[in-house]
């Protein structure tokens, strides 16, 4: 393969449909490898258009603006870095001979909960919690009885935990449906109603696609495990602690529903550990917030990885290096032009890193940042975030 200079006739192009914290570090990767970065968000001073060549404001739902950008730009390689894009333009791209990455049908199906628990439960059979789909209250009522009281619904399409409702009992079923769907994307009805499970705890099998020139293989990382307070990621680590009968069937798991997908770079597949369960759960057809941790622990980060995918580059082996930990900072409420005091506090700590996102705006929850350590053991890297991460305040 031959890499040209960037801003230049023959550089390689990668263009970024999000620009957020993931879609930042996937940026400084394509750079650091000679690629010219082109930067794609709804809002402008998103992070990664802080380190890209060229930077498009625009609405991620409107295919012709999608469409227009795409082919004005003509890039190599087309990365989907959230979920809020029409999927409808990528499949018409990538009919068009763009490559879309993974491809355009595995983005279509992650985003859409229902097409993706179809897949993985239906087709590729993979162990999943009990469910039914439903696109009217009636309809959840009819679903939380064969499930049983509580039940979760989640919107057919939404994303980070958005529309995520428990339902304790049939006299909440009206208003759960009401305030699930208020946070679907577009004007989607449908959602899916899942038993409430107890987990345990969670992993993400980072897997990856790439190209040997003879065809794709199909690897994975060392499990990234992660407990969520909510519905969203706060704190991982890497490697896992769990029994290695439990990681052998996640990562089957992963591969099966990876290969089914298709495609090429990082799919995070999050796995549920619910007693003595093992289940699939979602699939993000990116890197994974969760794995940012791999900026610590591995010696080739998830954000790498896919880049050198995406291009057509191959990634044979990834190295354990050291345990490591991560742990999200959080706004407590909304300001412009934040700022961030104690960092200097917070990097006393010895192997401890700070990834400051560069978000022009803070709201209540929002990820500002992450906070990284290796330790000697998983327990010292995670006692090492948590200080850090609690040192740092955020202000106007």
């Known amino acids: 393969m031959e890499i040209g200079t960037p801003l230049l006739g023959d550089a390689k192009k990668i263009l970024l449909l999000g620009s957020g914290e993931l879609g930042k570090e996937m940026a400084i990767e394509a750079q650091r490898m000679g690629l010219e970065v082109i930067a794609v968000d709804r809002y402008d001073m998103a992070p990664a258009m802080h380190v890209a060549s060229r930077k ?30 029409n999927t409808d333009a990528l499949v018409d791209l990538e009919d068009s001979g763009y490559r879309i990455i993974p491809n355009a049908n595995a983005v279509k199906t992650c985003m859409n909960r229902i097409e993706l628990r179809r897949l993985a439960a239906e087709k590729v059979k993979v162990p999943t919690s009990n469910y039914a789909f439903a696109e009217s209250a009636e309809e ?3 679903a939380c009885k064969d499930i049983g009281y509580p039940c979760l619904i989640k919107p057919e399409m939404s994303s980070s935990g958005h529309g995520h409702v428990l339902i304790n009992n049939e006299n909440e079923v009206e208003n759960a449906y009401k305030e ?31 190209s040997t020139g003879n065809g794709i293989t199909t690897s994975t990382f060392q499990p990234v495990e992660h407990q969520r307070p909510s519905y969203y990621y706060v704190e991982s680590w890497q490697p896992s602690s769990l029994p290695d009968d439990v990681i052998s069937k996640a990562k089957e798991y992963a591969i099966r529903v990876v290969e089914e997908l298709g495609g090429l770079g990082i799919f995070g597949v999050e796995i549920i550990k619910s007693g003595n369960r093992i289940l699939f759960s979602e699939v993000s057809p990116r890197p994974h917030d969760t794995g940012m941790v791999t900026m610590a622990s591995q010696d080739i980060s998830e954000f790498q990885v896919h880049i050198r995918s995406a291009i057509g580059l191959p990634t044979p082996e990834v190295k354990l290096v050291s345990p490591a930990a991560s742990h ?10 934040p700022k961030y005091i104690n960092i200097d506090k917070a990097l006393q700590i010895p192997g401890v ?7 022009p705006y803070a709201y209540e929850k929002r990820r ?24 740092i305040l955020i202000s106007q």
Do not use: C
């Open 56 to 85: 498009y404001v625009v609405d991620m739902m409107d295919g012709p603006a999608i469409s227009s950008i795409i082919k004005r730009e003509n890039p190599d390689a087309v990365i989907a870095e959230i979920e809020a894009i």
């Open 140 to 142: 959840v009522k009819e």
């Open 180 to 210: 699930s769907i208020s946070h679907a994307r577009g004007k989607g009805k449908r959602v899916i109603v899942e038993e409430y499970l107890k987990i345990d705890t969670e992993l993400t099998i980072l897997t990856y696609r790439y």
């Open 328 to 337: 999200v900072i959080l706004a407590e409420r909304e300001m412009w032009n």
């Open 353 to 359: 890193q700070i990834r400051l996102f560069g978000k």
């Open 368 to 391: 500002m940042g992450v906070v990284l350590a290796t330790g000697n053991t998983i327990e010292e890297a995670k006692e090492k975030v948590r200080k850090a991460s609690s040192l």
